[in-house]
């Protein structure tokens, strides 16, 4: 770990020997005043200004959670991008906590976060989350607690998550975030998070223990909680713009502190931004300001706060120079190299709205990425589009994509859903967006959702047509836990959540968005499914590598038995593939293993290779129990819509 920062040094406000220091960086301000509420109105404290541009107060008789903000003057010339104005108080960019329109100083004692599981990357499956709305239906959680950092911390939460299988728990934004006014005006809220007020405070909203400090400890149990269950914390980090929006949006922090320090202003008028995340502004990467608290940022969760990793929001507006996206950008390669997040896990959704927006698989180690890739071929494939080449190439880890950066197939995050989009049970049972919800005439969100065939659109009471959607769900994620690389499932696609085709959201704080954690026969079957697919992967070190599948590794086979050849990898009559794993190639040596897909609509009989083999998951079935309870050799039946999991059984010796 690197040494900690000298409070002489940090910014925010800190407490030492009894006197609270208080440091913001504004290379453009005239003036900036400590404000402290006093009966009423405000007592100002003058901060000085250093050569570095840093300004600085020590103000004693300080405690936690006194609340403060800054006044900061300046020139109002739109036409440079200076936007100061006095007359409104800004928040802390560095402040520990929120609380409504102060920031809050907080003094806490360094809290233990329990031991790092430190899952190998290899070895990780990413459950990804809302704080708020995994808990707030938990007919266990107490009242007081759903919704919040303590409910997800709750036993019963942790036995939920540690059954389900999942190594790590990826929570959409914990960093305090606004509402935009927009939404507000609709009568509705920025439920997602993705819209960063402070990159230093648990969002406030979710502690039960309140907004004056209480919401550090409590993520801080949390963490801890998580950590003695096995269980690493991902967050979800948005660098790459803040709740400030538009030039037009009245400023809170940044804008009025030292707006050019901040954002990345537009060339050819400085009074505007160059967006590249279609949130109204983008945080400059090229400017020391950003990228010393980035790092800053990601230390303290780290290193005071407990975290295991971060997946980084529109991660490409973070790795961008004036003239395009760059792998070995200052930014990346800085927060690649910190000592401080030595074995942290670094994810990035390799993508955002400028030029040249998409990056799957260009993010240097150690960084791991999105694989967009997989979640588009394979949700073809089980439409029954695509041909077998395409199957195989995504089972086998995407090599062509992961392959020239050097990171192997633990650099790809794979994925058939996420929270942008449909959830599993909504993707195969829905053609069309339904998002009339959102207040926005039903033009967010993705365009459209390419045709299933799955019957009619939406809620059915057909069984055939709910089995028909049921086997492509399982299949879906068989495919997702078969293949290389490191999966990532959305909380609730395991029990088949829907948000009734609402594949956008982001501003649905209530039972659209919220985990309904109650079980019908259908739902349970399917999260039985669930449980046996990821206690399959765990006990299949074949299934967990950290290097691509080489021809020692594995053969591909036709449903006649014989290795696939150069016509039929390209045939789209072809819908059926098999995947040998040559259990020799691992250490110790495994029992070979043979993963049968099927992603048509009609059962193909498949010739096993000759031996005898254990059937471990049928996807046909609802709960993916094996298909047959007794040793299967020669010819077994591969059902439409399937996927089919085999180990070969040991050779007995004769006497």
Request: aromatic share 8%; proline share 7%; glycine share 10%.
């Given at each position: 770990?690197?040494?900690?920062?000298?409070t002489?040094?940090?910014?925010?406000?800190?407490?030492?020997?009894?006197?609270a220091?208080?440091?913001?960086?504004?290379?453009?301000?005239?003036?900036?005043?400590?404000?402290?509420?006093?009966?009423?109105?405000?007592?100002?404290?003058?901060?000085?200004?250093?050569?570095?541009?840093?300004?600085?107060?020590?103000?004693?008789a300080?405690?936690h959670?006194?609340?403060?903000?800054?006044?900061?003057?300046?020139?109002?010339?739109p036409?440079?991008?200076?936007?100061?104005?006095?007359?409104?108080?800004?928040?802390?960019?560095?402040?520990?906590?929120?609380?409504?329109?102060?920031?809050?100083?907080?003094?806490?004692?360094?809290?233990?976060t329990g031991?790092?599981p430190?899952?190998?990357?290899?070895?990780?499956?990413?459950?990804?989350?809302?704080?708020?709305?995994?808990?707030?239906?938990?007919?266990?959680?107490?009242?007081?607690?759903?919704?919040t950092?303590?409910?997800?911390?709750?036993?019963?939460?942790?036995?939920?998550?540690?059954?389900?299988?999942?190594?790590?728990?990826?929570?959409?934004?914990?960093?305090?975030?606004?509402?935009?006014?927009?939404?507000?005006?609709?009568?509705?809220?920025?439920?997602?998070?993705?819209?960063?007020?402070g990159?230093?405070?648990?969002?406030?909203?979710?502690?039960?223990?309140?907004a004056?400090?209480?919401?550090?400890?409590?993520?801080?149990?949390?963490?801890?909680?998580?950590h003695?269950?096995g269980?690493?914390?991902?967050?979800?980090?948005v660098?790459n713009?803040?709740?400030?929006?538009?030039?037009?949006?009245?400023?809170?922090?940044?804008?009025?502190?030292?707006?050019?320090?901040?954002?990345?202003?537009a060339?050819?008028?400085?009074?505007?931004?160059?967006?590249?995340?279609g949130c109204?502004?983008?945080?400059?990467?090229?400017?020391?300001?950003?990228r010393?608290?980035?790092?800053?940022?990601?230390?303290?969760?780290v290193t005071?706060?407990?975290?295991?990793?971060?997946?980084?929001?529109?991660?490409?507006?973070?790795?961008?120079?004036?003239?395009g996206?760059?792998?070995?950008?200052?930014?990346?390669?800085?927060?690649?190299?910190?000592?401080?997040?030595?074995?942290?896990?670094?994810?990035?959704?390799p993508?955002?709205?400028?030029?040249?927006?998409?990056?799957?698989?260009?993010?240097?180690?150690?960084?791991?990425?999105?694989n967009?890739?997989?979640?588009?071929?394979?949700?073809?494939l089980?439409?029954?589009?695509?041909?077998?080449?395409?199957?195989?190439?995504r089972?086998?880890?995407?090599?062509d994509?992961?392959?020239?950066?050097?990171?192997?197939?633990a650099?790809a995050?794979?994925?058939?859903?996420?929270?942008?989009?449909?959830?599993?049970?909504?993707?195969?049972?829905?053609?069309?967006?339904?998002?009339?919800?959102?207040?926005?005439g039903?033009?967010?969100?993705?365009?459209?959702?390419?045709?299933?065939?799955?019957?009619?659109?939406?809620?059915?009471?057909?069984?055939?047509?709910?089995?028909l959607?049921?086997?492509?769900?399982?299949?879906?994620?068989?495919?997702l836990?078969?293949?290389?690389?490191?999966?990532?499932?959305?909380?609730?696609?395991?029990?088949?959540?829907?948000?009734?085709?609402?594949?956008?959201?982001?501003?649905?704080?209530?039972?659209?968005?919220?985990?309904?954690?109650?079980?019908?026969?259908?739902?349970?079957?399917?999260?039985?499914?669930?449980?046996?697919?990821?206690?399959?992967?765990?006990?299949?070190?074949?299934?967990?590598?950290?290097?691509?599948?080489s021809?020692?590794?594995?053969?591909?086979?036709?449903?006649?038995?014989?290795?696939?050849?150069?016509?039929?990898?390209?045939d789209?009559g072809?819908?059926?593939?098999g995947?040998?794993?040559?259990?020799?190639?691992?250490?110790?040596?495994?029992?070979?293993?043979?993963?049968?897909?099927?992603?048509?609509?009609?059962?193909?009989?498949?010739?096993?290779?000759?031996?005898?083999?254990?059937?471990?998951?049928?996807?046909?079935?609802?709960?993916?129990?094996?298909?047959?309870?007794?040793?299967?050799?020669?010819?077994?039946?591969?059902?439409?819509?399937?996927?089919?999991?085999?180990?070969?059984?040991?050779?007995?010796?004769s006497?």
């Open positions: 770990m690197s040494a900690p920062e000298r002489s040094d940090a910014l925010g406000a800190h407490v030492r020997d009894g006197r220091h208080f440091a913001v960086t504004s290379h453009h301000a005239e003036s900036v005043d400590l404000v402290l509420p006093n009966d009423g109105g405000e007592r100002h404290v003058p901060l000085a200004r250093a050569a570095d541009g840093v300004w600085r107060a020590t103000v004693a300080l405690r959670g006194q609340r403060y903000g800054y006044r900061v003057a300046g020139p109002h010339d036409s440079r991008g200076l936007l100061f104005d006095s007359s409104r108080r800004m928040h802390d960019p560095y402040a520990r906590a929120f609380d409504g329109d102060w920031s809050v100083l907080v003094d806490l004692p360094r809290q233990e031991t790092r430190r899952t190998p990357m290899a070895d990780t499956v990413i459950y990804e989350s809302h704080v708020r709305g995994l808990t707030r239906r938990h007919p266990e959680v107490p009242p007081d607690l759903r919704g950092y303590a409910g997800l911390a709750h036993p019963a939460v942790i036995r939920e998550l540690v059954a389900l299988g999942v190594t790590a728990v990826q929570l959409m934004p914990v960093h305090e975030h606004r509402t935009e006014a927009a939404i507000a005006a609709r009568g509705l809220t920025n439920y997602w998070g993705y819209s960063t007020l990159f230093f405070a648990p969002h406030g909203a979710y502690a039960a223990a309140g004056r400090g209480g919401q550090v400890s409590e993520f801080r149990s949390m963490v801890r909680t998580l003695d269950a269980l690493e914390v991902i967050l979800d980090v660098f713009h803040t709740c400030e929006g538009g030039p037009d949006v009245p400023p809170v922090a940044f804008r009025g502190i030292d707006n050019p320090s901040w954002y990345w202003l060339a050819d008028d400085p009074a505007h931004y160059h967006d590249t995340t109204g502004n983008t945080l400059d990467p090229e400017s020391p300001v950003v010393r608290m980035v790092l800053d940022s990601l230390r303290y969760w005071e706060m407990g975290v295991d990793g971060f997946r980084f929001d529109l991660a490409v507006s973070l790795g961008r120079h004036r003239t996206f760059d792998p070995g950008h200052p930014l990346l390669v800085a927060m690649a190299a910190d000592p401080a997040l030595e074995g942290v896990k670094l994810i990035a959704e993508w955002d709205l400028g030029p040249g927006g998409s990056q799957v698989g260009r993010f240097p180690p150690p960084f791991a990425d999105h967009g890739i997989f979640r588009d071929e394979v949700r073809e089980w439409r029954g589009h695509g041909t077998m080449g395409m199957l195989a190439g089972l086998a880890g995407g090599e994509a992961y392959g020239p950066s050097g990171r192997g197939p650099g995050v794979n994925l058939v859903t996420a929270h942008d989009g449909f959830t599993l049970a909504d993707l195969v049972a829905y053609d069309h967006k339904h998002n009339a919800a959102n207040l926005e039903n033009l967010d969100g993705e365009s459209h959702n390419r045709s299933w065939n799955s019957g009619a659109e939406g809620p059915s009471d057909d069984p055939g047509i709910l089995e959607r049921d086997r492509r769900a399982r299949g879906l994620l068989a495919t836990f078969t293949a290389v690389g490191v999966p990532m499932i959305v909380a609730g696609d395991e029990r088949l959540r829907s948000q009734g085709g609402n594949n956008n959201a982001y501003c649905q704080d209530n039972p659209v968005s919220w985990m309904d954690w109650t079980l019908d026969e259908r739902r349970e079957a399917f999260l039985t499914f669930a449980h046996r697919l990821t206690a399959l992967r765990a006990g299949e070190p074949l299934l967990r590598r950290d290097r691509f599948l021809p020692r590794d594995v053969t591909w086979l036709a449903p006649d038995g014989t290795e696939m050849n150069g016509d039929g990898w390209n789209p072809r819908r059926a593939l995947m040998l794993l040559r259990g020799r190639a691992v250490r110790p040596a495994r029992q070979d293993l043979l993963v049968l897909v099927n992603v048509g609509p009609h059962a193909v009989p498949f010739t096993l290779p000759d031996a005898a083999f254990t059937d471990l998951l049928d996807t046909a079935r609802p709960d993916g129990a094996p298909g047959a309870t007794a040793p299967v050799a020669g010819t077994v039946a591969l059902e439409g819509w399937s996927v089919r999991v085999l180990r070969r059984r040991r050779a007995t010796r006497r």
